[in-house]
């Protein structure tokens, strides 16, 4: 809601043009790859394909697209026909995103609509190590990310907040109360050296 307010984000789904534009400036200001994400159109699919091929006739290098609107929940389906059709409709990669958790939800993305690839937000947030097979974060994951969090001076609110996602499978209701609790880099480390051996320096 933020983003769309700001005028930028699924705002651009309507504009097609501006989008166009914007493609067009990026690609001819720097020599760096240039893409677009993007969300399925609430209610024509031809506005979809549209805002896609625009971009790709101004030299968009890959495209991502998002199987839902702005408005539905991330409860919800994705929509994988809206993907197929954006994959069909342009010649450069596609990628796909919504509702990937695990790589079996990958395979299904690929096998629905012959995307090139997939993309990841809350399932990665949750389980670093998703796209190397495991159904749960290792804690040898937990490990290594808090100790380069602690190496490159990252916010203990987003450390915190990291840790909880990828900690929340194994967590119970009452220790995650717990954890919430936790308000500084030390008490982190210590509960996750005591309660899981997670060896982290300060």
């Not at 989008?19 to 760096?32: E, F, I, L, P």
């Not at 069909?88 to 919504?98: I, K, R, W, Y």
């Amino acid at each position: 809601r933020w983003a769309y307010k700001e005028c930028i984000g699924a705002y651009l789904s309507e504009r097609p043009e501006a989008v166009q534009d914007m493609v067009r400036a990026v690609k001819s200001a720097v020599s760096t790859p240039c893409s677009v994400k993007i969300r399925k159109h609430p209610t024509d699919a031809s506005k979809t394909v549209e805002l896609v091929r625009r971009a790709e006739k101004m030299g968009v290098d890959w495209i991502t697209i998002h199987g839902r609107t702005r408005h539905q929940k991330s409860t919800e389906d994705v929509d994988f026909e809206a993907i197929r059709l954006v994959k069909e409709s342009v010649s450069v990669p596609v990628l796909a995103n919504g509702g990937i958790f695990s790589l079996r939800d990958a395979e299904e993305m690929y096998d629905r609509t012959g995307v090139d690839g997939v993309m990841s937000a809350r399932g990665l947030l949750q389980n670093p190590a998703l796209f190397a097979g495991f159904e749960h974060t290792p804690l040898a994951c937990v490990e290594k990310y808090v100790n380069a969090a602690l190496a490159y001076g990252t916010p203990t609110s987003i450390m915190h907040h990291h840790v909880m996602y990828m900690t929340e499978s194994i967590m119970s209701s009452v220790e995650r109360r717990s954890f919430n609790c936790l308000s500084s880099a030390p008490a982190i480390v210590d509960h996750l050296g005591r309660k899981y051996g997670v060896q982290c320096t300060l």
